[in-house]
């Protein structure tokens, strides 16, 4: 198991009530869920901010290209369709 500390925070009663009856249908304890819920948002986070950090990387580099807004509305409409 690995190493835990503890965190204590204040949830709207609203948010509770979800909580308690996810942790009832789903057999689970509130913590277990709350943990679950703090892990996937660090990670979708932590993605997002290497992405970032990552696209302005490439776009100060010497190398960089970069397109006209029309250029960019065109390929975008081809993706959509």
């Not at 500390?5 to 909580?19: A, C, H, K, Q, Y």
């Not at 308690?20 to 948002?41: F, G």
């Not at 990387?57 to 409409?77: G, I, Q």
């Amino acid at each position: 198991m690995p190493q835990t500390n503890r965190l204590t925070i204040r949830l709207p009663v609203e948010s509770m009530n979800r909580l308690d009856v996810l942790a009832h249908e789903t057999e689970s304890s509130r913590t277990a869920i709350a943990a679950k819920a703090i892990e996937q948002y660090l990670d979708v986070q932590e993605w997002q901010i290497r992405a970032i950090q990552d696209a302005l990387k490439e776009a100060d580099s010497p190398n960089a290209r970069f397109l006209e807004h029309d250029e960019v509305v065109s390929r975008m409409r081809k993706i959509g369709s």
